[in-house]
């Protein structure tokens, strides 16, 4: 097994999505056999964790993962 550093980045988008773009970048450590698992298990994470909230309008928020 080896580690991997995944950067895993969220866009944020709120009420109508009309405002600056905003991002959430997270760093994660990935044990893994290969690059190629290593990616794939980054990308099940940045699905997975995917989620929607209300900012302080109440207006309905989602952090949208962004692959590249």
């Known amino acids: ?3 991997y550093v ?9 009420g109508t999505g009309e ?4 991002f ?6 990935i ?3 290969s690059k190629a ?3 794939k298990k980054a990308v099940q ?3 997975q964790e995917q989620y929607a ?5 109440e207006e309905l928020g989602m952090a949208l993962h962004q692959r590249s």
């Open 24 to 29: 959430d970048e997270q760093l994660r450590l």
């Open 31 to 33: 044990s893994a056999t």
């Open 1 to 3: 097994m080896y580690w």
């Open 45 to 47: 994470i940045g699905e």
């Open 53 to 57: 909230f209300r900012n302080q309008r």
């Open 37 to 39: 698992e290593a990616w």
């Open 19 to 22: 405002h600056l773009p905003q």
């Open 6 to 14: 995944a950067k895993i980045v969220y866009q944020i988008i709120c």
